[in-house]
């Protein structure tokens, strides 16, 4: 699971998935303040997610030291690859790299995409969030394998300047490039995901109500039944 890791065969357009990284619809954020505030560290969640049977799992570490956030990640990608799952981590490229993660998500103040893309590789997963119709239509032009559209809904899990979009702006987006898979993030809740999914959303990322309950691993069999994912054996 080495970011830009060359396979055999032809390799893929800059931006695609491969038929084994399929992005499923549940996006399990693994956020380190989430979990501070639920009392687990950041690889005991990410454990739990994959117990419950998430295939792509990003891992969010705001403000951490680069050292802790690495040991993280590589403990993680470690775990996901007795699963087969995916691991991006947010914002930081350099973390991806050496911590052999399939790709980065990327914020609008982040390294831009296309040199992101340059450091990882043709075969690796890149990620942006937008947040109003200028970026989604920036976006488009990117080397990305998949959009973010929010906040869908209001969120307390991250402070943002944007409001929430609502799901038309996911519709309209899903519908500009079809190709191009588009992440639904922000305010989303088990009752909601089914909508934001029928709206055109190709995943739901999710952070805070992964955690509801005290019961993750539980939480993500619940999500993956609610969406009609297929779980990780």
């Not at 709206?199 to 990322?205: K, L």
């Not at 069999?221 to 779980?231: C, H, Q, S, V």
Request: charged share 20%.
């Amino acid at each position: 699971m080495t970011a830009g890791a060359g396979r055999a065969g032809a390799p893929p357009r800059a931006g695609s998935l491969s038929p084994a990284r399929t992005m499923p619809r549940l996006y399990a954020i693994v956020d380190a303040r989430t979990a501070a505030s639920q009392a687990w560290s950041v690889p005991d969640l990410a454990a739990a997610f994959l117990a419950g049977g998430a295939r792509w799992l990003q891992v969010r570490g705001a403000g951490v030291a680069t050292g802790v956030l690495l040991r993280w990640c590589d403990e993680i990608v470690r775990m996901a690859g007795r699963h087969g799952a995916t691991v991006i981590v947010n914002d930081r490229v350099d973390v991806a790299r050496m911590s052999g993660a399939d790709g980065v998500h990327l914020g609008q103040d982040d390294l831009p995409p296309p040199a992101a893309r340059r450091q990882l590789g043709p075969e690796a997963i890149v990620g942006l969030s937008t947040h109003t119709a200028g970026q989604r239509d920036d976006a488009w032009s990117q080397p990305l394998t998949y959009v973010a559209v929010g906040p869908v809904y209001g969120t307390s899990t991250k402070a943002t300047r944007y409001a929430p979009v609502g799901l038309e702006a996911v519709r309209a987006a899903a519908l500009r490039r079809p190709e191009r898979p588009v992440v639904a993030i922000g305010g989303i809740t088990l009752g909601r995901a089914p909508a934001v999914v029928a709206a055109g959303a190709a995943a739901v990322a999710v952070i805070g109500d992964l955690v509801a309950g005290g019961d993750p691993e539980a939480r993500v069999r619940t999500y993956l039944d609610a969406l009609g994912d297929e779980p990780l054996k």
